[in-house]
Nanobody, 119 residues
Framework: QVQLVESGGGLVQAGGSLRLSCAAS????????MGWFRQAPGKERELVAT????????YYADSVKGRFTISRDNAKNTVYLQMNSLKPEDTAVYHC????????????WGQGTQVTVSS
């Protein structure tokens, strides 16, 4: 099992920045990749970014490419999402998730952290 705890959300004005953190514990040695997802009210959950637990492979949704950066610190078992040039449409609950071993799905989730961007 893997436990995930997010932090770093909050209220920010458009154009501002926030950094989200996701601390993993438990069977972290079995993590294959980590991802950040978001869900706004009335909308479907959206994949924002992913990063391999080893190596440098990353993925970004087109909507955040060039503004958001995903990174990790394996020594701290923590994944970060640096969000710059925030827009009101980035407002959502952000969740981190883990994919273990050979699994094709993210099946371990954090509780989420609210990000609100005011115009």
């Amino acid at each position: 099992q893997v436990q995930l705890v997010e932090s770093g959300g909050g209220l920010v004005q458009a154009g501002g920045s926030l950094r989200l953190s996701c601390a993993a514990s438990g069977r972290t040695f079995s993590i294959n990749s980590m991802g950040w997802f978001r869900q706004a009210p009335g909308k479907e959950r959206e994949l924002v970014a992913t990063i391999r637990w080893s190596g440098v492979t990353t993925y970004y949704a087109d909507s955040v490419k060039g503004r958001f950066t995903i990174s990790r610190d394996n020594a701290k078992n923590t994944v970060y999402l640096q969000m710059n040039s925030l827009k009101p449409e980035d407002t959502a609950v952000y969740h981190c998730a883990a994919r273990l071993g050979s699994s094709l799905t993210y099946n371990y989730w954090g509780q989420g952290t609210q990000v609100t961007v005011s115009s």
